[in-house]
């Protein structure tokens, strides 16, 4: 079982994936988002640092997945991802354009039919005001320079991808406006019911409505 916790910056993909761990008993898999040495001058000038942050987070992401997920998934063992392959376009979308877009795209597309499919991702949905407290409560040094601007952007760009079925997986819908996982363990229920319902993957409370949990009941197999 591979599932693939994908929303938007300071949403909270990988406390989510941290808190779950032990309950789906799954490997970890958190993206190393760190090692790009990229990052913090595209955050200064995206312009100029774009391409070379696209494709290192490609490359760094490629290979982490090849890797790991093959090798975890014929060992029978359960994978647990704070994100999923198919973000790097998401991105690539808003940050790349003309020459540089296209040669990404053929790089993206081609390793995209070598990496295992996640049986479910995972999308945690918030308003770009929710974020930006999330992004600047965490307080990371070169996020200091997001603008609202930027992450609004980049927030409807990853609804689009939902709205146009682009996560190739079936998808899960959480919005988390109003969820707090981290210190309410009834919202932390609420999400794991969510993720064991959409894989048929017992125990998990088939009573439970969408307006009891605050959660979309948006899944759906996208081909």
Partial sequence: MYIAVEGMIGVGKTTLCRLLQDTFQAHLLLEKFEENPFLAKFYEDRARYAFQTQMFFLLSRYRQLRESVPIALQRGERILADYAFAKDALFASINLLGEELSIYQQVHDALTEKLPTPDLVVYLQAGTRTLMQRIALRDRTYEREMS????????????????ERRWHAPVLLI??????????????????????????LPPFQSSLLPDESGTRNDYANYD
């Fill in 148 to 163: 609202v601007d930027y992450i609004h952007a980049l927030n409807q760009t990853y609804e689009r991808f939902y709205q």
């Fill in 175 to 200: 919005e988390t406006d109003h969820l707090d996982y981290v210190r309410n363990a009834d919202d932390l229920k609420i999400v794991e019911n969510r993720i064991r319902q959409a894989l048929h």
